[in-house]
């Protein structure tokens, strides 16, 4: 039997496995001896390797498979059994597992879960239409959740899954999977003897990798065989999950009790694996674990004694949990306080396993969860039982995944494939339940947490350094730096999401505790402390990881909990975290020895227990009606809650203040981070809202005065004009003095936690970002904090963000500039968002940039201007704020309470007396703090009591009562300050010290004592400690008062006495008239109009600067009481001069010169700016018009220089202007660029569309290109190939274009700026030694200089004068003319810029596109090569024009035309080619030759090209660039005139060819007739009927009567239709001629309708005869016969004729055809950009038949090519750069499919263009990171498009790089 198992053939296995099969359907005794058979058989063909991983070979493994198909088919062939199984598959549900890097999407509107994801085949079969969906690529992996009612609602299911009764499959027959549940278990039992052989323990710690990849290696094959049974359905699936999860076989196999040798070892590689794993085997618990306690430390690095040993110390000491402080020694131990159950013990290091499934995923954990376990554990979720199976063996495994994970080198890798395998598991809700209850996950869960963490603590170096006893994470560790803990904080947020497990975690007390601990470890981690000497050496980066670590572990989980605490019912909830949070919260204090000052230069922005506390009060005040003290501690806790945010708030304006730039840029970012949009909502918000609770419930004046020490401006509060700051520089009091104040108004003012409503929230946030800037869809729903969980996607508020954002924005569509840049769709405020919702504290708070609040206050103000509401410079508005929730009206006592005001008045003070240190900011703040007082004023206060009773009563304070209103209009007279020495106000005090009554009035009449908010503040927090009665150290006290002395204490301080005599009320009347530069510029409104009374919102008051805001609070004030409004109009009436006159008087003047001056410098700039503007706007006009190269500007530059002897250059390098010399040439600055765009132009006007399907292809050989290049192979193939050179152009690919800048510059002086730039290191876009060079004036890309023809610019003085000479004259002149021979010109400047020009141009395109001779180099190649460059110009700019010449004028480039030049260059070179005068065409096309010297020619090997085989336009150019220049007009129009009737003649030959025989035979007759009238020779109908009589001597009419005759035999030809086809066959030769006519002899363009342009243009170009009259025009009518027509026609017929008789196929294929060629395009994109992105990012390439990483396709052709793909590279050359010179000679348009974008390569550059495909929103999708469904944006495509055709790459794209072939 043995033998059988080695190497039988499949014969012979197929009959043992039916002879098996059968026996086992038979009595039990036979199946029984057929079942152990089968065993034995089983363990030889499966034995595991001998001798380590290398054992078993590669053929046994084959072998082995093989058998085992066999034996599960029972005989049966493999296909069969497969498609059997397949039939009684009941599932419903998809479960495809994919990879990272699948592409998947993702519906809102359908997912239940917030992780749910369908495959693109289930997506497309299901009914999204309208949906919020997404598409994106997956980054862990996942599986398609299709048919999946727990994840998804059953409408988004497609139409494969959608059936749901499992009653129409039949059940399965009982003998098909009957060997399966025989094979299976020994099957997999040999995988896992596999896995245990070949894992050994890493030695100190350095896993063999090598190792484990090749057992994974052999393995390979033996899982993808599982995984083809997982994919056989339902059916095998439950068979599988039976042997899987029966723990009998499991015992019977792997217990290691078997007699066989193998397994026994096999069982204690696995013994020992799970050692070394740091865990134990349940048996051996028993007898190793006494020892092991008494060790104290494990066998692993984990630590054992749960209760307090650390893996440093090692002590097995356990304490109890109520020992609360007990040991100090923290290094010995930390303080992690957990409840030491064994059942914590048991969750890190016991595993005992019951099933393969077990075992399979411990392996699969130990191996590092190799992908292809990960998709065969995954594959079989689908089936139930196995779903619950394996979730609770995963949970049972967790603690040995964080383990593996955190020794892991490849992290990334491992947390994705666990996060892959988890979310699958815990996204659905039943199963997370039921794993709850049944596994303890939670517990497990918050366990293993805590355990990671445990590993990287240290000591908190916060506030006591020496005797701290906390402990926080070490933010530099592996752990924390590479996000390690991601997968299981993942999984955290993943069930905390379910509602009823997150109701057992709230319940659960013992849990929160220890979730509690959990956080406190993040607790004031990354503390910063500020350098004040030297620059840090070294900037840590590690605040990226505590900004993600407190996001994603606290907060995230944070926010899961709170979604769940929305009712009242969850009271309970609230009540028990907020109390255990306090609790963390009260030993943090004591574990970091605070008592009431924190210390100073530090801080951390990492609060997260502060946060859990306030985010919990606030949804139980919000949502859950609970009531506010019941959950607030004593004040003494308050007073330290709101220590640390505000030393938060305090650093934040520090830093902005660069108080902190010795600690680096890196603190600049902790800033922005703590405020930035996705951590703002976890971070600055409940910070700010928990001061506002504190606030509320502290004392006011205590909260204050807290304020202004910890912005360390209490000592500038002062009425002296100097003082001395002790702890903060001058030149930072400004901006920390700003920032203080504009704390206290944001805490006061902002409402996000206080009562708003998420509608409310939702749109303040909206409108605050808008206002910054116009927005994209996408970056304002990145902007806006998201909340509950950032995972969800939910935005507050039940509105939704759409409607939210109709309502408060217009969207404005994306626009084009020519110019390139690309805008996209935004979003901007609506006018009335502008006029009442601008909200400057909230643009303030959510402000990542300070620039961004200057640019929403100058959008503010342009908005102001435009709709004149206001001029000059507009303040902040003041904003209405939604009501105050009651729980928090406390805090509206700030504003009435006298610390503040005192400040207020002593800010307003200093502001009217022009102290130093203070802005426009600091009084704006002021008054806006004022008017938050008078809109929150309490109760009305009495007017009857007296003013001045109020102010004997009190005449120690300021201040005679707390309420603002009263006190606005209490006169303060003096007050005593202390003052340097030197102060002025010292130098005033002797007369009231010497008199005495002087001084008897200081004393009682009411001297304000200085005031020293210090002391104020240590009074206020003692008489609340001695309250509390709490002994806080009172030892410690005494050092923290110290370090705080007040102020005064310096001895160089004295004492002064100032009179003020003021109030803030008159205060505020004067900043009116200070303002306002005029003396009383205040009247009370009131006085003409009592109304403004009534009406409380004046709109007037609404915008405007301070003197507006002051009205305004003045308005307020008289509103709120009668005798401030009797006190204001006092103030008004006593026009008394400011106080100190002397003093103020030179400040107000100097101010109002200061204004004066800055108003007349700004209307000096204004001018300036204007003169700019306008000479810019010309300069653009004149150099700049690149961008539309369809502009209808015609420069009418040839009238202008119709008398011009000389042209005059301006050199724009050193500036002279001067005739260009052989001596000292000018040039025009060009860019010469190989191009293709000709060659692309298809015969059809049907666009071509880029392939979509497998259907469609695109044919390269109906391009223009295709087309000319097999004429040429033709007639190379039967005539002379020199004489085929000149019959043809060639240049439709890779032709040279040239393009000008049209500015010009000496030769010389261009060769110095070459060599500055080639000396200048600054990086350029561009390559200086390939002579690559920006345009010094325009700055356009050039390359080349061409030089100018010395003589006129235009040749027109030598075509005015109409010669009488007859055209036989003419053509004997041209004749002897083409006989000079050119000489080499002398050896000028000229000459050699000429020849190195024409380098150039050679030089510019490849090779393969110059090199078409027969003969290599010869010189026909280099006569073809040249004439072909000006056709090529010429053709383009045809196309440019837009095919034809209908439009006129001059070309649109005006001056910037070069052909000019370009074509003096050419001919120079073409006349050092002479032609062979025998061979010259002229000869041919003006004399008949003599028969014998034809025949003669005949008889070489190989005849010339048939005149009537030859293009005309190619002759022309042949022609005009051999002839001496300048060329005479009227030799010209000679050239045409003859070259016409070549042309007309193959029109004739080119019909008569189309037509049917019968049509035939009825011309020649009717021609014949006619014949012998007087114009016979300018009738078609006499040439047809000539040319079809001579052509009937040869073979060129027979053999395509079959072929050709249904083309046209339907159409009879009419006259008029021979006409039309005879003018469009001459057409495209007649624009050529008359562009060429236009640019060597500038005549101008008539403009015309498509149909008369023959006409326009024959006359133009002198064709049409004098006499001619409109009406019965004929297109014979412009011929004009040098010599007998019929004579010459019968001579050029012949040579067809002979040529038939040798070649009679090829004769019709060489006639020259009527050119249709539609103009250029790019293939036609679908509309939709998913139909590309389907079709081509799956398609393997043809080269490679890979599928490639980073595919892309042309647009012009439609190759699918790999960017950057190494497969595909040739000779260095990447594929996509070898496209680009294959297909466009150099320039290749490539859509990225991964991307959505565009990339252009020209030459050696290439630069990213930008994305034609759009969203909803008018946004592209770089990268489709969004994954919206993207549509075409045509208008974006046409711009691409023009700027291809017309070589506009360079100069409107601005960013080029250099590819270095690479792409």
């Not at 089983?42 to 084959?62: I, K, Q, R, W």
Request: aromatic letters at 8%.
């Amino acid at each position: 039997m043995a033998g059988a198992a080695g190497g039988s053939s499949a014969q012979e296995k197929r009959a043992t496995a039916s002879r098996l099969k059968a026996a086992l359907s038979l009595s039990a005794d036979e199946s029984e001896a057929a079942a152990s058979e089968l065993r034995a058989l089983l363990e030889t063909v499966l034995s595991p390797p001998s001798g380590g991983a290398g054992g078993g070979g590669g053929e046994s493994v084959s072998e082995a498979l093989a058998w085992c198909r066999c034996l599960l088919a029972g005989g049966e062939p493999w296909d069969s059994f497969v498609q059997a199984v397949r039939a009684y598959d009941p599932a419903t549900l998809c479960g495809l597992v994919w990879t990272a890097n699948f592409v998947a999407y993702r519906c809102r509107t359908c997912g239940i879960s917030p992780c749910m994801s369908l495959c693109a085949e289930c997506f497309h079969q299901g009914e999204h239409a309208g949906h919020d969906y997404n598409m994106f690529r997956s980054q862990a992996g996942g599986a398609c959740d299709c048919g999946d009612g727990n994840v998804m609602r059953e409408a988004g299911f497609c139409k494969r899954h959608r059936i749901k009764s499992s009653s129409e499959v039949p059940s399965v027959p009982k003998d098909l999977l009957i060997m399966s549940e025989l094979v299976l278990p020994q099957f997999i039992f040999c995988l896992i003897q596999y896995l245990r052989e070949g894992y050994d323990e890493p030695v100190l710690d350095v896993p063999s990798e090598k190792d484990l990849h090749k057992v994974l290696q052999i393995l390979e094959s033996h899982i993808s065989f599982l995984e083809d049974l997982t994919k056989m359905g339902g059916a095998m699936r439950s068979v599988l999950t039976q042997v899987l999860t029966n723990q009998q076989f499991y015992k019977d196999l792997s217990s290691g009790g078997a007699e066989n040798a193998c397994a026994k070892k096999s069982h204690e590689k696995y013994l020992v694996a799970l050692k070394g794993s740091g865990l134990t085997f349940p048996e051996d618990k028993a007898a190793c674990g006494g020892q092991e306690q008494a060790a104290g430390g494990a066998s692993s690095s984990v630590v054992q004694g749960f209760a307090g040993a650390t893996p440093a110390s090692g002590q097995g000491d356990s304490s109890d949990e109520e020992d609360q402080d007990g040991g100090q020694d923290v290094g010995k131990r930390k303080r992690v306080k957990l409840s030491s159950s064994t059942k914590d013990q048991s969750i890190m290091d016991v595993l005992k396993h019951k099933c393969f499934l077990e075992e399979l995923l411990f392996w699969t954990i130990k191996y590092e969860f190799p992908q292809k376990m990960v998709t065969f554990l995954l594959n079989m979720l689908p089936d139930q039982d196995y779903k619950i199976a394996f979730t609770k063996t995963f949970v049972q495994h967790y603690a040995f995944i964080m383990k593996t994970l955190k020794k892991s080198h490849e992290s990334d890798t491992m947390s994705n494939r666990i996060v892959h395998i988890s979310v699958q598991l815990f996204s659905n809700e039943e199963l997370a339940r039921q794993v709850t209850e049944e596994c303890q996950l939670l517990d497990i869960m918050v366990t293993v947490l805590l355990y990671m963490m445990e590993s990287c603590l240290i000591k908190s170096e916060l506030q006591d350094e020496e005797n701290s006893l906390h402990v926080v994470v070490n933010c530099g560790e592996a752990l924390l730096k590479n996000n390690t803990y991601w997968p299981l904080v993942s999984d955290f947020i993943n069930i905390l999401s379910h509602q009823s497990v997150a109701k057992k975690f709230l319940e659960d007390h013992r849990l929160l505790v220890t979730w509690m601990n959990f956080v406190s470890f993040f607790q004031g981690m990354n503390l910063n402390k500020r350098e004040l000497n030297e620059h840090v050496e070294f900037e840590s980066q590690t605040y990226y990881a505590a900004f993600a670590a407190e996001l994603e572990a606290c907060a995230q989980p944070m926010w899961g909990l709170l979604s769940h605490c929305k009712i009242r019912e969850t009271q309970e909830y609230t009540r028990n975290v907020v109390r255990y949070c306090l609790e963390a919260l009260q030993d943090w204090f004591d574990a970091i020895n605070f008592v009431d000052e924190p210390t100073p230069n530090q801080v951390t922005f990492h609060l997260p227990l502060h946060r859990y506390y306030a985010m919990f009060l606030s949804k139980a005040v919000k949502c859950q009606e609970l009531d506010l003290d019941s959950l607030l501690p004593d004040q003494e806790m308050l007073m330290k809650l709101m220590v640390h945010p505000l030393q938060i708030q305090a650093s934040l304006s520090e830093i902005h203040s660069n108080m902190w730039v010795r600690n680096g840029l890196q603190i600049k970012g902790q800033a922005m981070t703590y405020v930035q949009s996705h951590f703002c909502n976890s971070m600055i918000d409940p910070d700010i809202y928990l001061l506002q609770v504190c606030a509320s419930r502290l004392d006011p004046d205590y909260f204050i005065s807290s304020v202004f020490e910890r912005f360390k401006v209490v000592d500038l509060l002062t009425m002296a004009s100097q003082h001395q700051n002790t702890v903060l520089d001058s030149e930072h009091e400004r901006s920390m003095l700003e920032g203080a104040l504009t704390f206290l108004v944001i805490l006061l003012s902002l409402r996000l936690h206080l009562g708003m409503t998420d509608d409310e929230i939702l749109r303040a946030e909206m409108v605050a970002q808008l206002c910054m800037n116009d927005r994209t869809h996408s970056s304002l729903l990145d902007l806006i904090p998201e909340n509950p969980n950032p995972k969800s996607g939910i935005i507050p508020g039940s509105l939704s963000f759409e409607s939210m954002l109709s309502a408060v924005a217009d969207f404005k569509a994306p626009v084009f500039e020519p110019g390139g840049s690309m805008q996209q769709g935004m979003y901007t405020p609506k006018a009335e968002v502008w006029d009442k919702e601008f909200d400057p504290v909230m643009v303030i708070l959510r402000t990542v940039y300070r620039r961004d609040v200057q640019s929403a206050m100058d959008r503010y103000t342009a908005f102001l201007k435009q709709s004149g509401k206001v001029h000059g410079n507009p303040w902040p508005p003041y904003k209405k704020r939604t009501h105050l929730h009651p729980s928090y009206k406390g805090l509206m006592r700030l504003l009435h309470c006298k610390t503040l005001h005192i400040v207020l008045f002593t800010l307003l003070y200093k502001i009217l007396m022009d102290h130093q240190n203070l802005s426009e900011h600091v009084l704006c703040m002021v008054l806006y703090l004022i008017e938050l007082g008078l809109e929150n004023s309490s109760e009305q206060e009495a007017d009857e009591e007296d003013s001045m009773g109020g102010q004997e009563r009190c005449h120690d304070s300021w201040f005679p009562g707390n309420n603002l209103v009263s006190n606005m209009r209490h006169f303060i007279n003096y007050v005593r300050v202390r003052v340097p020495e030197m102060a002025p106000e010292v130098k005033r005090e002797p007369p009231a010290s010497t008199s005495a009554d002087g001084s008897a009035a200081s004393q009682n009449s009411g001297t304000a004592q200085v005031f020293s908010l210090v002391a104020e503040r240590r009074k206020k927090f003692q008489e609340i400690i001695n309250r509390n009665t709490t002994e806080a150290n009172q030892a410690v006290r005494p050092k923290t008062s110290m370090k705080w002395s007040a102020p005064g204490a310096t001895p160089q301080l004295t004492t002064a006495i100032l009179e003020i005599k003021e109030s803030i009320l008159s205060l505020l009347v004067k900043l009116h008239h200070k303002l306002s530069g005029k003396q009383n510029s205040y009247y009370p409104p009131w006085l003409d109009d009592m109304e403004t009374l009534i009406q409380c919102e004046n709109p007037k008051y609404l915008h405007g600067d301070g003197m507006t805001a002051v009205e305004r609070i003045l308005l307020k004030a008289a509103l709120q009481s009668r005798l401030n409004k009797r006190i204001i109009e006092e103030i008004c009436r006593k026009v008394t001069p400011p106080v100190p006159p002397k003093k103020i008087s030179p400040a107000e003047k100097k101010i109002l010169d200061k204004e004066e001056r800055r108003q007349k410098a700004r209307e000096r700039q204004q001018k300036l700016l204007a003169e700019f503007a306008s000479r810019q706007k010309s300069f653009m006009e004149t150099a700049m018009d690149v961008e539309s190269p369809d502009a209808e500007i015609a420069m009418e530059i040839a009238t202008a220089e119709q008398h011009v002897p000389e042209a005059v250059y301006d050199c724009v390098i050193c500036g002279q202007s001067g005739p260009s010399t052989e001596e000292r040439p000018a040039g025009l600055v060009v860019l010469l660029q190989a191009s293709s765009v000709l060659g692309q132009c298809r015969n059809t006007t049907e666009p071509k569309k880029l392939p979509t399907s497998e259907k469609e292809q695109i044919y390269p050989w109906d391009t223009c290109a295709a087309v000319y290049e097999a004429r040429l192979a033709t007639l190379q193939h039967f005539f002379k190939d020199s004489s085929c050179l000149q019959s043809v152009s060639i240049g439709w690919e890779g032709g040279v274009y040239v393009q000008t800048c049209g500015h010009t510059l000496h030769i010389d002086c261009h060769k110095s700026y070459m060599e500055s730039l080639r000396n200048d290191q600054v990086l350029q876009g561009f390559s200086v030694d390939k002579g690559e060079f920006t345009c010094p004036l325009c700055r356009q890309f050039a390359n080349s200089v061409l030089p100018c023809y010395p003589g006129n610019n235009v040749e027109r003085n030598l075509w005015q004068c109409h010669s009488n000479k007859t055209m036989q004259d003419l053509i004997k002149e041209v004749e002897d003319l083409q006989e000079q021979l050119g000489t080499f010109p002398s050896e000028t400047n000229l000459s050699k810029e000429m020849e190195s020009v024409m380098k150039d141009i050679k030089s510019t395109t490849q090779k393969k596109y110059t090199d078409y001779s027969k003969t290599p180099g010869s010189p026909d190649n280099d006569f073809l090569f040249m004439y072909s460059v000006a056709r090529t110009n010429l053709e383009l700019e045809l196309v440019h024009r837009g095919g034809n010449l209908c439009l006129g004028g001059a070309s649109t480039a005006g001056k910037r035309s070069c052909l000019h030049q370009l074509f003096h260059v050419l001919a120079m070179h073409m006349r050092l080619y002479s032609i062979d005068s025998a061979y010259n065409p002229w000869k041919k096309l003006t004399q008949l030759m003599q028969n014998d010297e034809s025949l003669q020619i005949c008889s070489e090997e190989q005849p010339e090209v048939p005149v009537l085989y030859r293009d005309a336009s190619s002759l022309l150019l042949i022609q005009i660039l051999t002839m001496p220049q300048p060329l005479r007009k009227e030799h010209f129009t000679c050239i045409i005139k003859v070259l016409f009737t070549l042309l007309y003649i193959q029109a004739l030959v080119a019909l008569s060819v189309k037509c049917s025989a019968e049509d035939r035979m009825t011309w020649m007759n009717s021609g014949a007739l006619k014949k012998s009238m007087s114009n016979a020779k300018k009738s078609w109908e006499v040439l047809l009927s000539h040319v079809i009589s001579e052509l009937y001597n040869g073979k060129i009419y027979e053999q395509e009567e079959t072929e050709d005759l249904a083309m046209d035999s339907t159409s009879a030809w009419c006259p008029h239709s021979i006409e039309t086809y005879l003018q469009q066959f001459c057409l495209p030769f007649l624009r050529i001629t008359s562009l060429l006519q236009h640019h060597l002899f500038g005549a101008e363009l008539p403009s015309c309708q498509e149909d008369e342009e023959f006409t326009v243009l024959a006359n133009c170009l002198g064709l049409l005869p004098p006499s001619f009259q409109s009406s019965e025009f004929s297109s014979a009518s412009c011929l004009d016969w040098p010599v007998p027509a019929f004579d010459i026609i019968s001579q050029w017929c012949s040579e067809l004729v002979s040529f038939a008789g040798k070649h009679p196929t090829q004769v019709k294929i060489l006639l020259i055809q009527e050119a249709k060629w539609d103009l250029p395009r790019l293939l036609q994109l679908p509309e939709n950009y998913n139909t590309i992105f389907q079709y081509y990012h799956r398609k393997s390439c043809s080269v490679c038949s890979k599928v490639p990483k980073d595919p892309a396709v042309c647009l012009v052709c439609g190759t699918f090519v790999c960017l950057k793909g190494l497969c595909c590279k040739q000779q260095s050359y990447c594929e996509c750069v070898l496209h680009s010179q294959n297909c466009g000679a150099g320039t290749g348009i490539f859509l990225l499919i991964n991307a959505s974008v565009i990339i252009i390569i020209r030459g050696h550059r290439f630069c990213l263009w930008g994305s034609i495909y759009l969203d909803a929103h008018g946004e592209e999708d770089r990268d489709l990171r969004r994954g919206k469904p993207l549509y075409i944006c045509k208008e974006r495509y046409k711009v691409l498009e023009q700027q291809w055709v017309s070589h506009t790459f360079d100069h409107i794209n601005k960013r080029w790089g250099p590819h270095y072939n690479g792409l």
